[in-house]
Nanobody
Framework: QLQLVESGGGLVQPGGSLRLSCAAS????????VGWFRQAPGKEREGVSC????????NSADSVKGRFTISRDNVKNTVYLQMNSLTPEDTGVYYC??????????????????????WGQGTQVTVSS
C-alpha cells in the first residue's frame, strides 16, 4: 500500500530552522515527482516546493525562495524540506504529495486537475516567539 509519512514539524522561534521529512513506504519515491504543500489556518493550501522525477529540477514558491530547499535521498526513500529563516507566515500544516509515477515533465506547485494523487497526513509547523 502506497503511504507517505511527514515528520519533523514542531514549534520554532522566528529566524529558526526545521527540516521536514517525507518518507515513503510501499513504493519507490524516486519514481515520482514530489511536492511539498502547506495550509495555514483560514487559508487555501499552497504549493511550497517540488522536485521533479529523474532530473534535478526543483521549483519553489516566491515566498520561500532562498530560505527553503527540497532534496531527495533515494537510498532512504525520503524527500526533505529544509526550512531556514522561518517567519510566523510559514506557520501551517505541511504535506508532501506525489502524482503519476515516472512523469518526465517539470514538477508543479499547483495541484490542478488532481495532479498530485497521494498525500501524507501532514505535519504541523508553528513559528512563534
Amino acid at each position: 500500500q502506497l503511504q507517505l509519512v511527514e515528520s519533523g514539524g514542531g514549534l520554532v522561534q522566528p529566524g529558526g530552522s526545521l527540516r521536514l521529512s517525507c518518507a515513503a513506504s510501499g513504493f519507490t519515491l524516486g519514481d515520482y515527482a514530489v511536492g511539498w504543500f502547506r495550509q495555514a489556518p483560514g487559508k487555501e493550501r499552497e504549493g511550497v516546493s517540488c522536485v521533479s522525477y529523474k532530473i534535478s529540477w526543483t521549483n519553489s514558491a516566491d515566498s520561500v525562495k532562498g530560505r527553503f530547499t527540497i532534496s531527495r535521498d533515494n537510498v532512504k526513500n525520503t524527500v526533505y524540506l529544509q526550512m531556514n529563516s522561518l517567519t510566523p507566515e510559514d506557520t501551517g500544516v505541511y504535506y508532501c504529495a506525489v502524482g503519476r509515477p515516472r512523469f518526465l515533465g517539470l514538477c508543479s506547485l499547483e495541484d490542478d486537475k488532481g495532479r498530485y494523487r497521494h498525500w501524507g497526513q501532514g505535519t504541523q509547523v508553528t513559528v512563534s516567539s
